[in-house]
Nanobody, 114 residues
Framework: QVQLVESGGGLVQAGGSLRLSCTAS????????MGWYRQAPGKQRELVAT???????NYASPVKGRFTISRDNAKNTVYLQMVSLQPEDTAVYYC????????WGQGTQVTVSS
């Protein structure tokens, strides 16, 4: 009942910035939190950041101070502003929404070159 579509991925040089967007559609009334995970080649999918419906945020330690998660309720969109990107940030980034069920976006590739 919920569709998540990510955008904004691409290729960026180390030290650069990128902003990911995730737009939700469908039955979003019951969603309590949204966030971002990422999966690098050869590694497990890991939490990046989350934001609750009340605005509370949480960040994984590797991205603290560099990434900012935010939301625009009017646009049903969650953003991930990424600055000071490093090659280890290279991964497929997935949007997630949680409520009665867990919903995943299709993923967007972020590649950081040295």
């Amino acid at each position: 009942q919920v569709q998540l579509v990510e955008s904004g991925g691409g290729l960026v040089q180390a030290g650069g910035s990128l902003r990911l967007s995730c737009t939700a559609s469908g039955s979003i009334f019951g969603i309590t939190s949204m966030g971002w995970y990422r999966q690098a080649p050869g590694k497990q999918r890991e939490l990046v950041a989350t934001v609750t419906s009340g605005g509370s945020t949480n960040y994984a330690s590797p991205v603290k101070g560099r990434f900012t998660i935010s939301r625009d309720n009017a646009k049903n969109t969650v953003y991930l502003q990424m600055v000071s990107l490093q090659p280890e940030d290279t991964a497929v980034y997935y949007c997630i929404a949680r409520g009665w069920n867990t919903y995943w976006g299709q993923g967007t590739q972020v590649t950081v070159s040295s």
